[in-house]
């Protein structure tokens, strides 16, 4: 069954051209009014591009699949899954950057992304590309609160934040780029030693989030990092197997912020925090592409094929293939939108009740 939903019903009433169908059925009375989220590549939807960084990705082979053709500085072909789960909620076709934008009031009451590429739970992986640490994407949230409060009051902007749901989704720079490539982390820690630094970071940025306001919060487990064509290039032989030391790595740091979860969930009362399993779907999907239609799962849509080992795509030398919905990758490291889609309807059905 489908239902209806938009932001006016925060406020009580419903102009239907503004809504948009929802695709999963939530419980009877209840309601998403807003969508925000926080984290890395896979839900920034370009808060880097005003940055001097070179994690961005605001210029074309991105965005060819977007509408209009054109680069937003979201990190994929199309769009990424902060946009599909807002989409699916029947929240908002597109989930807006918060930096930089001159966003309208409508905008602001169904959310926005504070997301930033490169970031992660280690504050060195935000530093080490020059972009929005967690800590940062916190300033700019408290800053959006004002703003709604300014906007609907005080009450509504607590509901909206009490009811609203945040996805944070980050840790695959850390281990990705920070703890595999940056020698001084791997000197300083083991992998035991290092997931326990993230597991710890994500909780006290969680309780931070709590403090603020927020109530339903989806906490995104790593991927299979290793599966990831950059990382077959760099560690996975002449075979270009997926590197097992970066998997294991993201398999141990799951098992910790899922426990993590289920303790910090006790002590703050009325939320549901909860674990989402990227990790197993994931595989699944790189080991059984043609389940859901995909051909190639080794490498980027764009890049140079298996000599690519940079991450994202130049816009200059890279060649882009004839068909991106066959590939799970978009470039060699994120996925395009078709598999973000295929993976994200399994985790919306799967885990949207767990809110209420
Ligand atoms: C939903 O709200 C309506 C109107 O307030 C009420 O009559 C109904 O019992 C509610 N349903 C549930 C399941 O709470
Ligand atoms: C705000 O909410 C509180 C508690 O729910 C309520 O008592 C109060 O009347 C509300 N204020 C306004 C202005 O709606
Ligand atoms: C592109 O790939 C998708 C998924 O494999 C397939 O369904 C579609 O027919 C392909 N399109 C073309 C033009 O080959």
């Known amino acids: 069954m489908k239902r209806p939903s938009c932001y006016l019903s925060v406020v009580g009433s419903c102009l239907l051209f503004s809504c948009i169908q929802a695709l999963v059925k939530l419980p009877e009375n209840e309601t998403i009014p807003a969508l925000i989220a926080f984290g890395d590549s896979i839900v920034d939807t370009g808060n880097n591009n005003d940055l001097r960084t070179i994690s961005k990705c605001d210029f074309p082979p991105y965005g060819k699949d977007f509408q209009g053709g054109v680069a937003t500085g979201r990190f994929s072909n199309g769009k990424v899954p902060a946009d599909i789960i807002a989409e699916e909620l029947g929240i908002k076709e597109l989930l807006p950057a918060y930096v930089g934008q001159a966003l309208s009031s409508r905008d602001l009451v169904t959310g926005v992304c504070f997301a930033s590429g490169g970031s992660g739970y280690d504050p060195m992986t935000s530093k080490l590309v020059s972009v ?7 300033e700019y949230f408290k800053d959006y609160i004002m703003k709604l409060k300014l906007l609907v009051g005080e009450n509504k902007t607590n509901f909206i934040l009490a009811k609203g749901l945040f996805l944070v989704v980050a840790g695959s720079d850390d281990i990705a780029n920070t703890y595999f490539t940056l020698r001084a982390r791997k000197l300083q820690y083991d992998i035991p030693a290092y997931t326990d630094l993230m597991a710890n970071s994500a909780s006290d940025f969680l309780n931070e989030l709590y403090e603020l306001g927020a109530r339903r919060v989806a906490v995104f487990g790593a991927p299979p990092i290793g599966c990831l064509p950059a990382q077959r290039t760099l560690a996975g032989g002449n075979a270009r197997e997926c590197a097992e030391n970066f998997n294991q790595a993201s398999q141990l740091f799951n098992k910790k912020l899922s426990a993590k979860l289920d303790s910090i969930k006790n002590s703050l009362p009325g939320s549901r925090m909860v674990f989402i399993d990227v990790y197993n779907p994931f595989l699944d999907l ?3 592409p043609k389940k859901h239609g995909f051909e190639v799962v080794n490498e980027g849509c764009c890049g140079t094929g ?10 200059w030398t890279s060649t882009t293939c004839s068909n991106d919905s066959s590939h799970v990758f978009w470039d060699s490291y994120h996925p395009t939108e078709r598999a973000y889609r295929v993976l994200v309807s399994l985790l919306v059905g799967k885990y949207v009740d767990k809110f209420f």
């Open 306 to 315: 298996n000599l690519e080992v940079a991450v994202l795509c130049n816009a």
């Open 286 to 288: 790189i080991q059984n």
């Open 132 to 138: 929005l640490s967690l800590s940062d994407q916190i």
